[in-house]
């Protein structure tokens, strides 16, 4: 009886799932319909409604928006940056975190505070002085931005870095040194390949932060190189219009990559997502 | 993980390098940077201006970057205080100098301001000439001449008028309008006027060009606006008219006009779905380029904004400008010099004179251009038998006194809380009284 | 080794440490000193004490609304995200058929950015409100629930993967001794699964709290304030303040340094809440 109870329960669940599942999927589906329909279709009432003879236009919303904000450009700036970005993080904060962690001292107790300090403080508090400081020092263009993702990312990165670092023990360095390596070799031949299931949870993190950063790229390089989600609020151009059109297409094409990214790395994306929740 | 590492490593030296490379100017060449106000035609300014300019003189680059819409003031505040600053800006008007007297250069000496034709029409500070119009542009109600015609031939129409020229004051506009509205069907179109755009960004053609007529009417001219500390709105009622006329016989029900941009409505006119929509020659264009554009050429025309207003009968269309281009005086001396070589250039040389009608679509102000060397384009005609009109006289921009931006936002959300059935008219008003007063002291008048 | 490696300060230490004094230490350090200051570039400030702080109040009072309504939106998004975000994750440990599929398509929209997020569902709610011939800017109430619709609809997949890892660690013995003792699902639920993803559920509230405390992106590309800044949150009113208008840089900064420790006093909140769980335990 109780068997009988929970299969129609498990039913309804499942039923309760599918129609979920459907509510995700809907706004990613209305935009992907709207995205070959003509700019009067979509606005207000004709949203909802299928392409037909009167409101399709092929693919020319692609090929409009994607020449009006320069889309591959887009593509191309985000791509660097991200990919820059979080091997320059990796690299420099797990060293920093294995200094830090293995050298005991009022300063790099000092240095730990400062950067878990600066996992809270949010954006808004240093984002004009930043922007205006890195024009002064000329830091602002694609590469220069790096320093900046390297130095903001800096806390969350180091913080989980050396978490780990403390639960490894002292052995397998120290024996390392005994026979003579350097503290480079040491890190590099014993401690980083430890690492590297710390590595891949924060690469995930850092990657999402970075690739869907808004106001970073807008501010420091944003009037002459625009990453994905700066040339998207661009396009409510031309003097309040926007070109619905190609928002829908420029939409598709910015959600494609991570859609993607998302379906071969799913197993360490949650991993590392689950992993970054519990120790921030 | 090593060699991944170690890949991206190179791949980081060798992009930089490029950067650094690119990023360093070509010896010998003189960078001037224009950061340009109007994204309709940005890219004729980087695909047309720039490379005729630089193949008429190589020594000079030209750089030009244009701000997203409503966005020129930040962009330009941001641009100002960075290490390569803009040459060439634009100001809106004399807000816009009291906003940049630390930056703006004098223009006395240029050959550019030279070409002016009435040297009134330049902006001053302390005895120097400070920023020169490039654009005179003229807006109204534009109308579709041809549903117009099809609404007088009706054999029971409400007026006795028998044409839209005949239409002089806001009492016979508002007869024929609400009359077209009760005939919508006979006429083929779905609404009088087009939206009432009030996207985020799109409420520029109320909070600045339909105000106009009334701070004119209580300021009087430009000068005197924009010293005033107060606004007393002595004729809200009479924007009230014209606006709610507007609201009520649009082809869009105003729980709507908030997803509507002022480009929707050029395109409701141009697909021949509404007769009238308040606009000026700059949107030309729009209408031109809309796929299925079904308007005659020379049944595009513009009808003042009537809304009774004292004495209106004798009034025209709003022609001004707030198109001026002021000089960063902290540019270098050479990129000063190649700034007034690429104006003049611009605005005297055939060539540039050919793209500036043609391409760029200006009404001139510069002694440069003969009367006939005006834009080819239906409004631009209209604005200039509107300007040469025998018994009337047109309305000055004095928009350009409003003391901030913040003025215009603050306005653009009453009158969006007032269609939202939120505000009364008269919280309209107060805001505006309010916000004036306010910005004004802010900005020290 | 410790004496090895200490002065290898230069090579360890020092570039991450450069990078974070010039994206945040000194930003952060100017940025508090310019609160205190009327200014329009970074270099020729003069110092005002405390009138910034004073004008972020008195000249409008968008900030406090900011306040007020980002207030509300948290509120409301830390109960629905939370409790839904539970609720999916007791169905997906029932062994359902699809479990992975569904897993897969609920954690989706949280990989996608803040201005896409938000334009997608601009579409999406315009379309719908366009059926009562209204829209987003016809009512703030509408921009308020499309916020928290698009939050939900973003964040409940994340904590929803957090409550299926601890679900999936409520020890199973524990769960078969309350069904031999006849305990029904209710009772299971309330004395025994709960209880024991307490943790869990803590770090999600922060989490889910200072998300909403800190969204701007999402803000911006759906409802940018309008209408009359009334669905303006803290950080757009922050970002407004500093870059529409002119002469208000200092006032910007002051608020951003309210907004720091509004924000920070939520984390020691968190931190206090996890250090007596934890005691408890």
Redo the contacts between chains.
């Keep these: 009886m109780a068997q009988v109870g929970k299969k129609y329960t498990n039913i309804i669940i499942f039923l309760i799932l599918l129609v979920v599942a459907a509510f995700i999927i809907f706004p990613i589906l209305v935009v992907l319909m709207n995205s070959v329909k003509g700019n009067l279709f979509i606005s207000s009432t004709g949203a909802f409604k299928l392409p037909n003879e009167q409101s399709f236009v092929g693919f020319s919303n692609y090929v409009n928006g994607a020449e009006r904000i320069s889309f591959f450009s887009a593509f191309g700036y985000s791509l660097w940056i991200t990919i820059a970005s979080v091997a320059f993080i990796l690299l420099l904060t797990s060293m920093l975190a294995w200094y830090i962690t293995r050298v005991k001292g009022k300063v790099t107790s000092a240095i730990y505070y400062l950067l878990v300090f600066s996992m809270i403080v949010p954006f808004q508090m240093v984002m004009f002085t930043m922007s205006k400081f890195a024009n002064m020092i000329h830091i602002d263009n694609p590469v220069g931005i790096i320093i900046l993702y390297v130095g903001f990312g800096c806390g969350m990165s180091t913080f989980m870095f050396s978490g780990f670092i403390k639960s490894i023990p002292l052995a397998l360095e120290e024996a390392a040194m005994i026979d003579g390596a350097t503290p480079v070799k040491t890190f590099f031949s014993v401690v980083l390949p430890m690492l590297k299931s710390t590595a891949i949870t924060i690469a995930i993190l850092e990657t999402m932060w970075v690739w869907n950063d808004y106001l970073m790229p807008y501010l420091v390089i944003g009037t002459e190189y625009r990453t994905i989600p700066v040339a998207i609020q661009y396009l409510r151009g031309g003097y309040g219009s926007v070109d619905m059109g190609s928002m829908m297409a420029m939409l598709v094409l910015a959600m494609i990559p991570v859609i993607v990214f998302y379906l071969f790395c799913q197993k360490y994306i949650i991993k590392g997502v689950l992993a970054g929740a519990v120790k921030g | ?2 060699k991944a ?1 170690a890949l ?2 190179i ?2 030296i060798v ?2 390098g490029a ?2 490379g690119g ?1 360093k100017e070509d010896s010998g060449k003189t960078e001037i940077y224009f950061l340009n106000f109007k ?2 035609i940005a890219d004729v300014y980087t695909d047309i201006v720039k490379p005729a300019f630089e193949s008429a003189y190589p020594q000079y680059t030209l750089k030009v ?1 244009t ?4 966005q020129y ?3 330009l ?3 100002l ?3 390569a600053p803009p040459t060439i800006f634009q100001v809106n008007g004399p807000v816009g100098i009291a ?1 940049n007297v630390n930056t703006v250069a004098p223009l006395q000496d240029t050959d550019f301001y030279n070409l002016l034709a009435d040297k009134g029409m330049a902006l001053s500070l302390d005895g120097n000439v400070v920023a020169v119009p490039y654009a005179v542009e003229g807006y109204g109600i534009i109308y579709n001449d041809a549903i117009m015609r099809k609404y007088f031939a009706l054999p029971d129409k409400a007026v006795d008028i028998s044409s839209a020229e005949e239409i002089t004051s806001f009492e016979t506009l508002k007869a024929v309008v609400e009359d077209m509205t009760a005939h919508l069907d006979e006429l083929g179109i779905r609404g009088v006027f087009a939206s009432t ?8 053609r109320w909070t600045t060009h339909l105000v106009n007529p009334v701070l004119q009417a209580e300021f009087g001219d430009l000068a005197t606006a924009q010293s005033a500390k107060t606004f007393e709105f002595k004729y809200s009622k009479n924007f009230q008219n014209i606006f709610d006329l507007y609201l009520n016989n649009s082809i869009t ?12 409505s050029m ?1 409701e006119f141009a ?1 021949g779905q509404v007769a009238m929509v308040q606009n000026g020659n700059w949107a030309a264009a729009q209408i031109l380029g809309t ?1 299925g554009n079904v308007v005659a050429d020379e049944d595009i025309k513009f009808l003042p904004i009537y809304m009774d207003l004292e004495g209106e009968e004798t009034k025209g269309i709003n022609v001004g400008t707030e198109n001026y281009l002021a000089f960063n005086k902290n540019a270098s001396a050479e990129a000063l010099e190649g700034a007034d070589t690429f104006l003049t250039w611009l605005y005297s040389s055939p060539e540039g004179k050919e793209i500036v009608t043609n391409d760029l679509m200006f009404i001139t102000p510069f002694s440069s251009f003969s009367s006939d060397e005006v834009p080819n384009d239906p409004l631009a005609r209209q604005v200039n038998i509107w300007m040469n009109k025998d018994g009337v006289t047109s309305i000055p921009w004095v928009f350009n006194g409003i003391p ?3 003025w215009k ?1 603050d306005f653009a ?2 009158m ?2 007032y269609i ?1 059935g ?1 505000y009364t008219w008269d919280q309209v008003t107060a805001t505006a009284q309010d916000a004036w007063a ?1 910005e004004a002291e ?2 020290g008048r | 080794m410790e004496k090895a490696l200490r002065k290898y300060f230069p090579l360890f230490a020092l570039p991450a440490l450069i990078c974070f004094s010039l994206a945040f230490l000194i930003p952060m350090v100017w940025g508090f000193v310019l609160s205190f200051c009327e200014f329009a570039t970074i270099t020729d400030a003069t110092f005002v004490g405390f009138q910034n702080y004073v004008r972020a109040f008195t000249v409008d009072n968008y900030f406090t609304q900011a306040f007020w309504f980002t207030l509300g939106f948290t509120i409301v998004t830390v109960i629905s995200i939370n409790i839904l975000a539970f609720a999916l994750a007791l169905a997906l440990t029932r062994n359902i058929p699809g479990t992975n599929a569904f897993r897969t398509i609920f954690f989706m929209p949280n990989l996608i950015g803040g201005i896409v997020l938000g334009w997608i569902w601009q579409v999406v709610l315009n379309g719908v409100l366009a059926g009562f011939e209204k829209t987003l800017l016809s009512d703030a109430s509408y921009g308020f629930w499309g916020l928290v619709i698009l939050m939900n609809w973003q964040n409940i997949g994340y904590m929803m993967v957090i409550y299926i890892a601890a679900i999936q660690n409520v020890p199973t013995d524990m769960l078969e001794a309350a069904a031999i003792d006849g305990a029904n699902g209710r009772t299971t639920l309330f004395k025994i699964i709960i209880p024991s993803v307490m943790p869990s559920i803590t770090i999600c509230l922060f989490l889910t709290l200072t998300n909403g405390f800190k969204l701007y992106d999402q803000n911006l590309a759906l409802t940018n304030g309008a209408p009359n800044h009334q669905t303006e949150m803290l950080a757009l009113n922050i970002f407004n303040t500093f870059y529409s208008r002119v002469g208000f840089e200092g006032v910007g900064q002051a608020k951003a340094v309210i907004f720091t420790i509004l924000v920070a006093a939520i984390a020691l909140l968190q931190l206090v809440a996890t250090r007596r769980k934890e005691v408890e335990n």
């Design positions: 993980m090593k590492l991206m490593l791949a980081f992009v930089s950067f650094a990023s994204p309709e970057v701000a997203a819409s409503n003031q930040s962009t505040r941001s641009e205080s960075k290490s906003e755009s009030f996207m985020p960004g799109s409420e520029w029900p105003k729980g709507m006009i908030g997803s509507k941009a002022d480009a929707d395109a697909l796929q901030s931006e913040q936002a959300q009453a969006l809380e939202n939120n306010r802010l900005t």
